[in-house]
């Protein structure tokens, strides 16, 4: 709980405050399936995003997130307990409000926080005293207590003398049929003891457990730790894939082996490499905060090095089983979307991969069924004429018997076809 001190120049507003009521801010893979949870668990919901399209597309009763369905967004709509809104003033009606907006990296591959420091500027005018604000986007230990809680207690207005404050890291892991916002254990790290009360009933009334911690920075680090912890297990199966092909060693025998183990081992697999909105850019937000202090953080660094040039090896795996190398092969990258179950292409590998094959010479293509464009263009048909296929992301819905009927060879990177003829597996 934060008790603010008074100064003039603060907008005025009348609070129409609602306990029941939740702000999300963002509507994207987090902030949506947030909504709906908090709307089967009773409340009502205001989603607001700042992209006019999307929110016009959400009012409208069509989901843009794969795991949302139109007609629970539609039920949500119809039965008065969801709205969004581009309309920041909005906020000011609600007791909770969670921040969901991007973190991505900027140019130098360093934590880009600018759409986080917009979303606090857009809430804080508008706070109602009592409100409990909440930051689920993923950042660097201190985000909240440095840089949220500093422009929102710039900006609150003057009658909300008191705010309260948590980070509760979002986990949600889209495409993933069993684990959601409901039964997946969430993290709660408060400012203080009152704000630990009112966010941990928050999300006890959303989530089958919530797990309090003893401030927001264990919670900012776990989640730091949790995807850092992928990152690298992923790149020391990718460097051991390497080893491996080197010497025509089967690797998804050799962890299938290892997992016999019944304790001390956990089996990763090999890809194309990583994508997406967590791993590849969550542990480089704990390189540049290990920069902070002055210690490099030398096994992330290689680790994400090691994922980086698991395209090119992908690629030359894909050149040297096509005969007429040389020849401007005509290669089809199959998935393009950075995992299976979704049309998510941000930092997925697949592009790492099609520059390395066109530097190669090659002419490359793409089909996805559920990208509808990528690189400018267009998912192609399964029939088009091509020497060698890479599997890179094993799409529901994806029927690969058009290729293999055809005698067209397959690069599966996603260990997902077996021992079909024609198929060689990463
Ligand atoms: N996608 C995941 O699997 C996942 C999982 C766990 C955590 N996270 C974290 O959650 C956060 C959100 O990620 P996401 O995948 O939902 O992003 P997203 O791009 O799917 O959605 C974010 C939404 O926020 C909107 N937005 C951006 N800036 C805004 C602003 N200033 N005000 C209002 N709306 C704004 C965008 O228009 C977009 O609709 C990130 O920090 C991410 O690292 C993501």
Same mark, same amino acid.
């Given at each position: ?9 603060? /907008?005025?507003?009348?609070?129409a ?5 939740? !702000? &999300? *801010? ?9 909504a ?6 009773g409340?009502?919901? /205001?989603?607001?995003?700042?992209f006019?399209?999307?929110?016009s ?5 069509s ?7 139109? +007609?629970?967004? @539609? ?12 309309d920041?003033?909005?906020? %000011?009606?609600?007791?909770? &409000?969670?921040? #969901?907006?991007p973190? $991505? ?11 986080l420091?917009?979303? !606090?500027?857009?809430?804080?005018p ?5 409100t409990?604000?909440? %930051? ?11 840089? /949220?809680i $500093? ?9 909300? +003398?008191?705010?309260?404050f948590?980070?509760? $890291? ?5 495409g ?16 203080d003891e ?24 264990i ?7 949790e ?17 491996? %092909? ?10 299938? =082996? =290892? ?6 081992f ?11 909105? #967590?791993? $590849? ?6 390189t540049?905060?290990?920069k @902070?202090?002055?210690? +490099? ?12 040039q ?9 050149l040297?089983m ?13 998935g393009?979307?950075?995992?299976p ?18 530097? !190669? ?9 559920l ?5 400018? %263009? ?5 029939d ?18 058009q ?6 060879? *397959? ?7 077996g021992?079909?003829?024609g198929?060689?597996?990463?």
């Amino acid at each position: 709980m934060l008790e603010k001190n008074l100064s003039a120049v603060r /907008i005025i507003h009348m609070s129409a405050q609602n306990s029941q009521v939740l !702000a &999300i *801010i963002g509507q994207g893979y987090v902030g949506l399936p947030l909504a709906m949870a908090a709307v089967d668990a009773g409340w009502t919901v /205001i989603g607001i995003d700042n992209f006019e399209a999307k929110v016009s597309q959400l009012n409208s009763g069509s989901s843009p997130v794969e795991d949302i369905s139109d +007609q629970q967004l @539609q039920d949500a709509i119809a039965k008065g307990a969801y709205k969004a809104s581009t309309d920041f003033s909005k906020v %000011s009606q609600a007791s909770v &409000i969670t921040i #969901c907006v991007p973190t $991505p990296l900027d140019e130098k591959r360093e934590p880009d926080i600018e759409l986080l420091r917009s979303a !606090a500027n857009g809430i804080a005018p508008y706070l109602s005293n009592g409100t409990l604000v909440v %930051s689920e986007s993923t950042s660097y230990p201190g985000t909240l207590r440095d840089v /949220i809680i $500093p422009i929102v207690n710039e900006l609150r207005p003057l009658e909300s +003398q008191i705010l309260y404050f948590a980070s509760a $890291p979002e986990r949600v892991n889209p495409g993933d049929p069993v684990w959601n916002q409901k039964n997946t254990p969430r993290l709660v790290g408060a400012i203080d003891e009152a704000s630990k009360t009112k966010a941990m009933e928050f999300y006890e009334s959303i989530c089958d457990v919530a797990v309090s911690v003893s401030t927001p920075e264990i919670a900012e680090a776990a989640k730091l730790l949790e995807n850092t912890f992928r990152l690298v297990n992923i790149a020391l199966i990718n460097e051991f894939t390497q080893l491996c %092909s080197n010497n025509n060693i089967k690797v998804h025998e050799v962890i299938d =082996a =290892a997992s016999s183990k019944p304790y001390g081992f956990m089996p990763f697999r090999p890809g194309v490499g990583v994508g997406g909105h #967590c791993i $590849p850019v969550d542990p480089l937000y704990l390189t540049w905060w290990a920069k @902070q202090s002055g210690v +490099q953080a030398n096994f992330v660094e290689s680790a994400d090095s090691v994922n980086r040039q698991m395209p090119k090896f992908v690629a030359e795996r894909a050149l040297n089983m096509v005969k007429k190398r040389g020849d401007s092969p005509r290669i089809l990258i199959l998935g393009v979307a950075y995992k299976p179950g979704v049309a998510d292409i941000r930092e997925t590998p697949a592009t790492e991969l099609r520059n390395y094959l066109i530097s !190669a010479g090659a002419t490359v293509t793409w089909h996805d069924p559920l990208v509808p464009t990528w690189k400018d %263009s267009t998912s192609a048909s399964l029939d088009w004429d091509c020497d060698v296929a890479i599997l890179a992301t094993m799409q529901p819905g994806m029927n690969l018997t058009q290729l293999t009927d055809r005698g067209v060879m *397959i690069l599966d990177c996603t260990n997902t076809l077996g021992n079909l003829d024609g198929v060689t597996t990463l």
